[in-house]
């Protein structure tokens, strides 16, 4: 049998001109979707890096919009509403921009947060680079520039600490200004100018970063990135935005919520959806707030540790960086009890001794996300969740059959799983074989 997200991309198409609500002209979607690269994961954003607004920001964790095209398209009721909890680079509600579907997601990260609400917003491109231009051409360092962030780690700028640092003290200091001067922006435009400039931070720094950390280039002090780099890097980025907003200017308003905030709390301002499409963090020890901390904190969304401790508190408790608060367990599963039991039983070999709790703790914050979805979606309404195993010491964390088991006493029922792929599993986790990364399909009973 062949899946919803295994649909051929000209099917994908066909099917979502059907949806496509009247105010939308119908060919958008098939235009917008044309450079999709189909051979990729549909779970995963490789296959767009040469899509209008999903190319603004590589963000790595993205599902593709063709999965969220899928989806759509394969529900058996017309959808005017839907949720995403856990929105990352936007995917959900730009993908229901194309189709005129009004759409409310949550995202906890304040850029990210603000990535989407910048795809979603109908910028006129001619006024915005002019105001780009306006203030390239008046740059000014100032002394302040070049002084640190409070609480920022002391690795951002030059001289760093052990001769190691991730930005070149001129790099750092046309960051900060390029930052302090748009606050002079219209709202909108400095929004665009912040995402825009976050998206070139990474390639202008000395390190790359994975899911693991920060890690510094091959050769870096060789090969040092300058302000003037920065700058090509950022009017490239600029002229790819402004492109996508020009093409894309005729799309008519649908409505958007954008909450930047904790799902946990947030969900409870949402009043309905039709549907819920989205991909939580994995129970896999991924930390949201470490991997975009040069984008928090370079962008001014951070200020102080206290905020960078307070951002971490608010994310879904999926990893160990953190020293969780114990709550009071909620998710009910034989086989979460099961894996908990092993976990503890391998605690001394496990490379965090709390592991076995965080577990515990994700499957609490995902069945807490999924009593307000209970609240939000009507009976026979769906939750459709792209999500992917874990494992620690040897010990597999099976992720759709401990949510199944969860989700059937919230009220929810299983109707279509599936593998989309399988994720290398890291050494660190304990082994080399393959996780497999599932679609869940849950229907409110
Ligand atoms: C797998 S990513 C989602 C990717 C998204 N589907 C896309 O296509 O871009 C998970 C997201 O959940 C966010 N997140 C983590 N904890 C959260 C929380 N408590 N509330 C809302 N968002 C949260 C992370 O910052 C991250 O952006």
């Known amino acids: 049998m062949t899946e919803f997200w295994q649909t051929p991309l000209a ?32 779970s995963s954003n490789q296959g767009t890096t040469n899509i209008p607004f999903q190319r603004w920001f590589h963000f790595k964790e993205a ?72 203030l390239m051409s008046t740059l000014e360092i100032k002394p302040a520039d070049r002084l640190p962030i409070d609480g920022m780690p002391p690795t ?57 950390g ?39 308003r649908s409505e958007h919520v954008v909450h930047c905030d904790d799902a946990r709390n947030a969900l409870a301002r949402v009043k309905h959806a039709d549907v819920a499409i989205f991909s939580p963090p994995y129970p896999n020890s991924f930390d949201y707030t470490d991997v975009y901390n040069l984008e928090l904190w370079m962008l001014g969304y951070l200020r102080s540790s206290p905020g960078n401790r307070a951002l971490r508190h608010q994310t879904l ?19 979460l009890g099961e894996t908990l039991d092993a976990l503890r039983r391998a605690r001394a070999d496990l490379w965090n001794p709390h592991i076995p709790e965080m577990i515990g703790f994700y499957f609490d914050d995902l069945a807490v996300v999924f009593s307000e979805l209970r ?39 299983l109707t279509e799983r599936g593998a989309i792929r399988s994720m290398r599993n890291s050494s660190q986790h304990g082994g080399g074989f393959e996780l497999s990364e599932h679609c869940l399909v849950f229907e409110r009973l």
């Open 11 to 42: 099917e994908t198409v066909r099917n979502s001109k059907r949806l496509a609500h009247r105010r939308v002209p119908p060919n958008d979607i098939g235009n917008w979707l044309e450079n999709y690269a189909e051979a990729a994961p549909t």
């Open 63 to 134: 599902f593709s919009p063709k999965f969220v095209a899928d989806t759509l398209s394969s529900l058996p009721y017309k959808v005017d509403r839907c949720l995403d909890p856990f929105a990352g680079s936007g995917t959900t509600a730009v993908t229901c921009r194309m189709l005129g579907i009004s759409s409310d997601v949550i995202e906890v990260n304040p850029f990210l947060a603000d990535l989407i609400e910048a795809k979603l917003s109908p910028v006129r491109a001619a006024g915005f680079c002019a105001a780009y231009d306006d």
């Open 156 to 212: 951002l700028s030059e001289p760093g600490v052990g001769g190691r640092f991730v930005f070149a003290s001129d790099v750092y200091a046309t960051i900060r200004a390029i930052v302090r001067q748009s606050d002079g922006l219209a709202p909108e435009h400095a929004r665009l100018l912040k995402v825009l400039l976050g998206a070139v931070l990474v390639a202008n720094s000395n390190v790359t970063i994975n899911g693991k």
């Open 214 to 252: 920060r890690r510094y280039r091959r050769g870096w002090q060789a090969r040092q990135r300058s302000a003037s780099d920065l700058i090509k890097s950022l009017d490239e980025s600029v002229d790819r935005a402004a492109a996508d907003l020009t093409l894309y200017s005729g799309l008519s």
């Open 317 to 335: 408790r999926s990893h160990v960086q953190m020293k969780w608060q114990e709550t009071r367990p909620v998710a009910v599963s034989q086989v």
């Open 375 to 413: 609240r939000i979606l009507e009976p026979g309404h769906h939750a459709v969740v792209a999500i992917g195993d874990s494992q620690y010491g040897g010990i597999h964390v099976d992720v759709a059959s401990i949510l199944v088991e969860c989700l059937h006493s919230l009220g929810f029922r």
